[in-house]
């Protein structure tokens, strides 16, 4: 029979997108546009909490706040901050360990997704089993980097496994999939 282990540690994934020299973001956003990777984003993250910095909640345009079918977790230090993003449908808390313990409360907390940026991306990494990153072959510069998967990570998969997918508007992108032994 089909041995189950019982999860009570949560699955906790980094997402992204980076180009190929390894940029998140520039000037508050995302140096191309990729709507197949915004549905791989949404469908990849929906129904479970997520957990990201103030200028990630800020580099969403304002009708897409909250992310619907989530529940949003910002991590901010600062209380003048609060109460508009708590305004805005976030949750607020001050560090990566308390946006953590937040998380666990919520629906679909089996599996906690931390979608950005830069900053939170460099402190969660020793704290994530998994990460699913969007490459697009493009080079550009930026100011947020994707951070390095330091020794223990492995690449479980790419899809597709060689060359590009592209997306409609011919941008070429693959998806790769990393854990954490
Ligand atoms: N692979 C991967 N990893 C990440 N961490 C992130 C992404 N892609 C994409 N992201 C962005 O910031 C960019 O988003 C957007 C930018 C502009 C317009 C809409 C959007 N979005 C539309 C869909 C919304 C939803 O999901 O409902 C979220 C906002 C985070």
Redesign the pocket.
């Known amino acids: 029979g089909s041995t189950t282990f019982s999860r009570d540690a949560p699955l906790v994934g980094l ?3 980076q180009t190929t020299n390894g940029v998140i973001g520039k000037d508050g956003g ?1 140096p191309w546009h990729l709507p197949e ?2 549905a ?3 469908r990849t ?1 929906a129904g479970h909490p997520v957990i990201m910095g103030r200028r ?1 909640w800020d ?3 304002a009708k ?1 706040r909250p ?2 079918d989530r529940t949003n977790i910002v991590i901010s230090r600062s209380p003048q901050r609060r109460a508009a993003l708590e305004a805005g449908g976030a949750i607020v808390v001050g560090s990566l360990p308390l946006a953590l313990a937040e998380a666990r409360r919520h629906p679909g907390a089996e599996e906690l997704w931390i ?2 940026g830069g900053e939170i991306f460099r402190l969660a990494a020793d704290q994530a089993t998994t990460a699913v990153v ?1 490459v697009i072959d493009l080079e550009s510069d930026g100011d947020a980097f994707a951070p390095p998967l330091g020794p223990g990570w492995v690449l479980d998969g790419v899809s597709p496994a060689a060359g590009w997918d592209a997306g409609a508007n011919g941008t070429r992108y693959r998806v790769a999939r990393w854990s954490r032994l």
Do not use: Q
Request: charged content about 10%; glycine content about 4%.
């Open positions: 997402i992204w997108a995302m990777d915004l791989h984003f949404k993250t990630t580099s969403f345009p897409y992310l619907p979608i950005g969007t």
